[in-house]
């Protein structure tokens, strides 16, 4: 008998950490994490005092309401409506416990066992994995070579089990930035054969544009289809803490208040706090950090002639994110270790973000610099420059 988590696959982050186990690096070359999408830094110190402060209040340490504070709830949906320039209203709000949670409450109320839901490839891969613990099949949607997914691409793949359709932008791992025009292509799409639109838009606070991304929200009827997605934990530097939000119609919040009674009763109470105060008064400062993730997307673009020459091709970019194409002969599932090893450079494999019957993964590398500044970008490229590893063979045309 197989159990609901042994459907699926162990978590990735994981298993590339014990590829750390037993290997030392060497003061001339310390290690070069690129493979979690996660800043290690601490919250900054204005919001680590607002949270010494709400440790003071008796409700920090109780039970709240299982779908967040109202008060988050009410400046979360007046701040996401000014920025899409629509409507969100307090209602249509729900807090989680990180945004994994919101994704897996939102399939858990719109799916069944024997589902579909369609992901495009590279996928987040735990999107991949809730699924298959849900026994959910995950279609998979090729994005191509530009990684953007098209939409009557995705027409062909629905089905009566068909439940939605999820996105991620700006995209992980690929990093790229959906275009507005290819949001509503999908919207359009799941209206028109009354499915969902769920949107991740977790690095949505590292978009390279000053324009709203995407126009969606303004419609006045987007709560029928459009489910959207969000984090906290990168904005405000809170993972450990656990926030995220979803945005959706009233009525389908009820059914994950359900999921989330069941699984946490309530979100962290100190994280939602801190979320708060985030958002009244930390705009400026989280500018100063989009500044950051942009200088070192533009870093990477600057750099990427150091392994151009070697043959790697740059696929995506953007928020946290670049996602590589390599030019040896070996699977990036073998040459992920042999980084550690050879280079000492922690990278995902793209075969982590791609069906097993997708060889394409085997060619990818996502590398995260959320925690490499430009000169340590400008070290890891100088590092895989150095390979002289055997090339894969060229593919001629007939």
């Given at each position: 008998m ?5 459907t ?6 994981m298993e ?10 060497p003061?001339?070359?310390?290690l070069i994490?690129v493979?979690q ?8 110190a ?5 949270m ?10 109780l039970?709240?309401?299982v779908?967040g504070l109202p ?5 979360l ?6 920025h899409y320039q ?6 249509q709000?729900?807090i ?15 799916c ?9 490839t590279?996928?987040y891969?735990?999107h ?5 613990m ?9 994005a191509?070579?530009?990684l953007?997914p098209?939409?009557?691409a ?5 089905t009566?089990?068909?439940?939605a ?7 992980n791992?690929?990093?790229?930035e959906y ?8 919207l359009?799409?799941?209206r ?8 991740d838009?977790?690095y949505?606070?590292?978009d ?5 991304p ?12 459009l489910?959207?997605?969000y ?12 926030v ?28 939602q706090?801190?979320?708060l ?7 400026e400062?989280?500018a ?15 750099y990427?002639?150091l ?9 995506g970019c953007?928020?946290y994110?670049?996602?590589?194409e390599h ?10 270790p042999?980084?550690?090893?050879e ?10 973000f791609?069906?097993e ?30 390979l002289d590893w ?9």
């Amino acid at each position: 008998m197989t159990s609901r988590t042994q459907t699926t696959f162990a978590p990735p982050v994981m298993e590339a950490r014990r590829w750390l186990e037993g290997v030392t690096f060497p003061d001339n070359q310390p290690l070069i994490n690129v493979s979690q999408a996660a800043p290690v830094d601490p919250p900054p110190a204005p919001l680590r005092a607002a949270m010494a402060d709400a440790l003071e209040l008796p409700e920090t340490h109780l039970y709240g309401p299982v779908l967040g504070l109202p008060a988050l709830r009410a400046e979360l949906s007046a701040q996401w409506s000014a920025h899409y320039q629509g409507t969100a209203t307090p209602d249509q709000i729900a807090i989680t416990s990180g945004c994994n949670q919101a994704f897996a409450a939102t399939i858990t109320a719109i799916c069944s066992e024997g589902d579909e839901v369609i992901l495009p490839t590279p996928w987040y891969f735990n999107h991949k994995m809730w699924l298959d613990m849900c026994g959910v099949t995950a279609v998979a949607l090729s994005a191509g070579a530009d990684l953007i997914p098209d939409a009557e691409a995705a027409r062909a793949l629905i089905t009566p089990r068909t439940r939605a359709i999820s996105l991620v932008t700006p995209n992980n791992p690929g990093g790229v930035e959906y275009p507005a025009e290819t949001l509503s292509d999908f919207l359009a799409l799941t209206r028109e054969t009354g499915i969902k639109l769920i949107v991740d838009e977790t690095y949505r606070d590292f978009d390279s544009r000053s324009n709203p991304p995407h126009n969606l929200l303004a419609d006045p009827n987007w709560d029928d289809t459009l489910i959207q997605l969000y984090s906290f934990s990168k904005a405000y530097r809170l993972t450990g803490h656990r926030v995220g939000a979803i945005v959706a119609n009233a009525a389908l919040l009820a059914e994950v208040e359900k999921f989330l009674d069941t699984v946490a009763i309530c979100p962290s109470q100190l994280g939602q706090r801190a979320a708060l105060w985030g958002l009244q008064n930390l705009r400026e400062w989280l500018a100063g950090e989009r500044d950051e993730i942009l200088d070192r997307r533009a870093a990477i673009n600057d750099y990427m002639p150091l392994i151009a020459a070697k043959g790697w091709k740059l696929m995506g970019c953007g928020a946290y994110f670049a996602y590589l194409e390599h030019p040896f002969a070996e699977s990036s599932t073998t040459l992920a270790p042999k980084f550690v090893q050879e280079i000492g450079v922690l990278a995902l494999p793209g075969t982590m973000f791609m069906p097993e019957t997708d060889p394409s993964g085997a060619r990818q590398f996502r590398v995260a610099f959320a925690n490499v500044d430009r000169a340590g970008i400008e070290t890891l490229f100088t590092r895989l420059a150095s390979l002289d590893w055997p090339l894969a063979t060229p593919v001629h045309a007939a």
